[in-house]
């Protein structure tokens, strides 16, 4: 899948996830995506959803602290 594949995936969950998410399960989904891409997968879903590179790194500070890891 070519990285603007990639990106429209994430835009379209993210389009029909966004009406039932908050702030915080904003930054977790965000973070969970990103992890999923592997390298570059904040910047993918920065550039997907429009969230702040920042955002996304404290959606995986509050997936470690929660796994303990």
Do not use: C, F
């Not at 399960?25 to 969970?32: G, L, M």
């Amino acid at each position: 899948m070519s990285d603007n594949q990639v990106v429209e995936s994430i835009q379209d969950k993210y389009e029909t996830l966004l009406p039932y998410l908050n702030e915080k399960t904003r930054r977790i989904w965000a973070a969970i995506e990103a992890r999923s891409l592997g390298w570059g997968g904040v910047s993918q879903v920065a550039i997907a959803t429009g969230l702040s590179r920042t955002t996304i790194h404290a959606g995986m500070r509050l997936l470690s602290e929660h796994s303990g890891g």
